[in-house]
């Protein structure tokens, strides 16, 4: 449970919440799902583009090397 207050200086009251931890941190836990999913794909993105740059770069002019040889 947290609890939170705040005082008026204008009418010299004091406002007091309280909000349950998990309700409170609910949005952050959402955002952190939604980041991780984004960063999974940003990563298998990354690597499906490196492997398509090796490939091109690298093994195929090797495999024309040695068919021509």
């Keep these: 449970m947290e609890l939170a207050s705040v005082p008026d200086k204008d009418s010299g009251w004091t406002i007091a919440m309280e909000q349950e ?3 409170l941190l609910q949005p952050l836990y959402d955002l ?3 980041m991780g999913i984004i960063g999974k794909v940003i990563a ?3 690597t499906a583009l490196s492997v398509f740059v090796v490939d091109y770069y690298v ?4 495999a024309g090397a040695f068919k021509n040889a």
């Design 32 to 34: 952190l799902r939604k």
């Design 59 to 62: 093994f195929r002019p090797l």
């Design 21 to 23: 931890q998990d309700e």
């Design 44 to 46: 298998l993105l990354a």
